[in-house]
Every structure is written in structure tokens, then in C-alpha cells.
């Protein structure tokens, strides 16, 4: 079992920065291939950016691609989302998610693949 807790999210002005982090708690961190979703008001929650169980894979949707950057540390049990040039649409609560991964290089960009979630951090991005 895997215990995932977010932070640094806040409110920020339209093409400024924010870097989300998610702390797992529980063992064998880097057994779990990681991703980030979002839900803004009103929307399904959406697939933002994956990385795989070693990290050397990531993928990121487009609407985020050449601003958005996911990686982990698996020495200190974290996944991050550096997201740069934000918008007014980047706005809605960003969740981690966990998996355990089949292979060392693999990706999920479904939520149904995730099997543990956080409790999400609110990123407001003012225009």
C-alpha cells in the first residue's frame, strides 16, 4: 500500500510557474509507475503527465507539452510536475496517482490504471 500526499500548489498570474510535489509514504516507491490528473469545475478529471517506475520514460499530454515536466526522485519517494507559462485553463485541483508498474519502462494515462490516489492540491492560475 502506498500513501500519496501533494503540495505546492496556490494561486499564481497567468504566465508564471508552480512546481506540484507528491510524497509517498509505504514501501518499495519505486515499484509504483506515477502519473498526475487534473479536474477543473465542472470537467472529468484528465490525464496530464505520466513517468515510469525508473523514471527514464515520461509522456505528457498535449495541451501541456513544451510547458509542463514531470519527474521523480525515488531516493526521497517524490514525483513532482514543474509546470512553467501557465494559463487561465491550467486551473483545477492536480492529483497524483500510483500504480504498480509491469515494467521499469512503462506508462498510464488512464485513470482506471491507477489504483491509489491523493487527495489533490489546487493550482489557480489568474489571467
Known amino acids: 500500500q502506498v500513501q500519496l500526499v501533494e503540495s505546492g500548489g496556490g494561486l499564481v498570474q497567468a504566465g508564471g510557474s508552480l512546481r506540484l510535489s507528491c510524497a509517498a509514504s509505504?514501501?518499495?516507491?519505486?515499484?509504483?509507475?506515477m502519473g498526475w490528473f487534473r479536474q477543473a469545475p465542472g470537467k472529468e478529471r484528465e490525464f496530464v503527465a505520466a513517468?515510469?517506475?525508473?523514471?527514464?520514460?515520461?509522456y505528457v499530454t498535449n495541451s501541456v507539452k513544451g510547458r509542463f515536466i514531470i519527474s521523480r526522485d525515488n531516493t526521497k519517494n517524490t514525483v513532482y510536475l514543474q509546470m512553467n507559462s501557465l494559463k487561465p485553463e491550467d486551473t483545477a485541483v492536480y492529483s497524483c496517482?500510483?500504480?504498480?508498474?509491469?515494467?521499469?519502462?512503462?506508462?498510464?494515462?488512464?485513470?482506471?490504471?491507477?489504483?491509489?490516489w491523493g487527495q489533490g492540491t489546487q493550482v489557480t492560475v489568474s489571467s
Open positions: 513517468v515510469s517506475r525508473d523514471g527514464a520514460n515520461t
Open positions: 509505504g514501501q518499495s516507491f519505486s515499484r509504483y509507475a
Open positions: 496517482a500510483a500504480r504498480s508498474g509491469i515494467t521499469s519502462g512503462g506508462l498510464y494515462n488512464r485513470r482506471d490504471d491507477y489504483r491509489h
